[in-house]
C-alpha cells in the first residue's frame, strides 16, 4: 500500500462517514476504524433519526442541504438502507416566513397560503390559540444503527471495479471492535495510538470522532480548549400504534418534535433536556423522575393525553460547541490529529458533512507525504 494511513477513532455514524470519505478519495489509502464497543453502539444506537432540511446558522444549512443530497444517493444505490420519506408538520405561533426560517436550500414549505391543516396535526395534538401548522417539505428519518451497520459492512468489503459506489477499486477499511485508544503521541510525519490490546498503531493522520466521549484519557488534555460540553438528550416512547403515513410534528418554539415510528410500533417524543456536563458511561439508570416530568410538562401544552402516556423512553448524551456548529478542527500544530464531531444532537442531520469537512482537512495535510500502512509495534 502506498497511500496514507488514517487511523479514525469511533465507530459511530460520522467515524464511519469520515472513513468511507477518505476511502473513497484515497482508494490506496490504509484505514481502520476503532472503537470501545462495537460500530453503532454509542449515540448512533440512540438516535432518533429524524432529518429535516433545517439549520440555525448559514453554515448548517449548508451542510444540512449536502448531506440530504448525500443521504438520497446513498438510498438510491441501496434501495433496502432504511431510510423512509416522512412529512413534518411544524407548529408554530408566527407566520409562513416563520415557519420557513432555518430551511437548506434542500428544503421547502409546503402550501404557504395557508396552513396544512385545520385540524389537529397529530394524534390528539391541539392548536393552541394563535398557532398554525405548516408542511415542511424534504424530510426522512432514519435507523441510524442500521444506516451505520451497512456503511460500516460496505467500508469492510472490497469495491469491485463497475460498483456505481465507487469509482475505483479500493482497499477494504479495518475495523478494531472493542480495542479501546489509550494514548495519542503525535510525532514527526506520523501519530502513534496506543491501544488497549498492548499494541501500538503508527498512522499518518488520525481522525477523533468519539461522540459524546470528550474526556477520553488519550485526547481529553487536547480537545480541552475547544470549551465543549456533554448534554443529555431525552426521548419518550408512547404507546400509540403509529399510521405509516403520520406526519412528524415539530413543536417550534419548544424545541420538540413527535416522530411516528410505524417500524417499532410506537411514537416518539424529544423534548430539550437542560442536564449539561453528563458523563456518557454513567447514563446507565435510565429515566429518572425528573426526565418524565420535563417530558409531560412539555407535552402537555399540546395533549394532555400524551403526556400522561410518557412514561417509558431512551436516554443517552451527545457533545455540543460553544457556537452550536459542528467543529472540525486539527488538534496539533502539524494537523495530524483532526477531530470531527460535536453535532449538538444533529449527528444524524450534519454526518455526511461533518465527514466531508475532515477529509478536506486530512487532503490540506497528506500532500505533505505518507508513510503507506499502519504500522503495528
Not at 447514563?283 to 395533549?303: F, K, N, P
Amino acid at each position: 500500500m502506498t497511500g496514507p494511513s488514517i487511523a479514525v477513532v469511533g465507530a459511530g455514524l460520522i467515524g464511519c462517514l469520515v472513513a468511507r470519505e477518505v476511502s473513497a478519495r484515497h482508494p490506496d489509502a490504509s484505514v481502520i476504524v476503532l472503537d470501545r464497543d462495537c460500530v453503532g453502539a454509542g449515540a448512533s444506537r440512540r438516535s432518533a433519526g429524524l432529518f429535516l432540511p433545517r439549520g440555525a446558522t448559514p453554515r448548517t444549512r449548508r451542510m444540512s442541504a449536502y448531506s440530504q443530497a448525500y443521504y438520497a444517493a446513498l438510498k438510491a444505490h441501496w434501495p433496502r438502507l432504511p431510510i423512509r420519506p416522512v412529512g413534518a408538520t411544524v407548529i408554530t405561533d408566527g407566520t409562513a416566513a416563520d415557519a420557513a426560517e432555518g430551511l437548506s436550500a434542500a428544503g421547502y414549505l409546503a402550501d404557504v397560503a395557508a396552513p396544512a391543516r385545520t385540524g389537529p396535526p397529530g394524534p390528539g395534538i391541539r392548536l393552541a390559540a394563535g398557532s398554525q401548522a405548516w408542511r415542511i417539505g424534504g424530510c426522512h428519518h432514519a435507523d441510524v444503527y442500521g444506516v451505520t451497520q451497512c456503511i460500516a459492512a460496505e467500508l469492510r468489503t472490497r469495491a469491485r471495479p463497475g460498483d456505481p459506489a465507487a469509482s475505483e477499486l479500493r482497499a477494504p477499511v479495518r475495523f478494531a471492535e472493542s480495542v479501546a485508544v489509550t494514548g495519542l503521541s503525535p510525532g514527526r510525519g506520523s501519530v502513534t495510538v496506543r491501544v488497549s490490546t498492548g499494541e501500538r498503531i503508527v498512522a499518518d493522520r488520525v481522525v477523533l470522532a468519539p461522540g459524546p466521549w470528550l474526556s477520553g484519557p488519550a485526547w481529553g488534555d487536547l480537545l480541552a480548549p475547544a470549551g465543549l460540553r456533554v448534554k443529555k438528550i431525552v426521548a419518550m416512547h408512547l404507546e400509540q400504534w403509529p399510521d405509516p403515513a403520520d406526519d412528524a410534528v415539530i413543536f417550534e418554539s419548544d424545541d420538540a418534535f413527535l416522530l411516528p415510528l410505524p417500524g417499532r410500533g410506537h411514537w416518539l417524543f424529544s423534548y430539550t433536556c437542560q442536564e449539561w456536563d453528563v458523563d456518557p458511561d454513567a447514563l446507565t439508570g435510565g429515566l429518572s423522575a425528573a426526565d418524565v416530568a420535563a417530558a409531560r410538562d412539555c407535552l402537555r401544552r399540546y395533549s394532555p393525553a400524551l403526556a400522561a402516556a410518557c412514561g417509558a423512553g431512551r436516554v443517552f448524551c451527545d457533545a455540543y460547541s460553544p457556537s452550536r456548529e459542528p467543529l472540525v478542527r486539527a488538534l496539533d500544530d502539524a494537523g495530524r490529529v483532526v477531530f470531527a464531531g460535536a453535532a449538538n444532537g444533529s449527528g444524524y442531520r450534519l454526518g455526511p458533512a461533518i465527514g466531508a469537512a475532515a477529509a478536506d482537512l486530512l487532503d490540506l495535510t497528506l500532500s505533505e507525504g505518507a508513510t503507506g500502512d499502519h504500522q503495528y509495534v
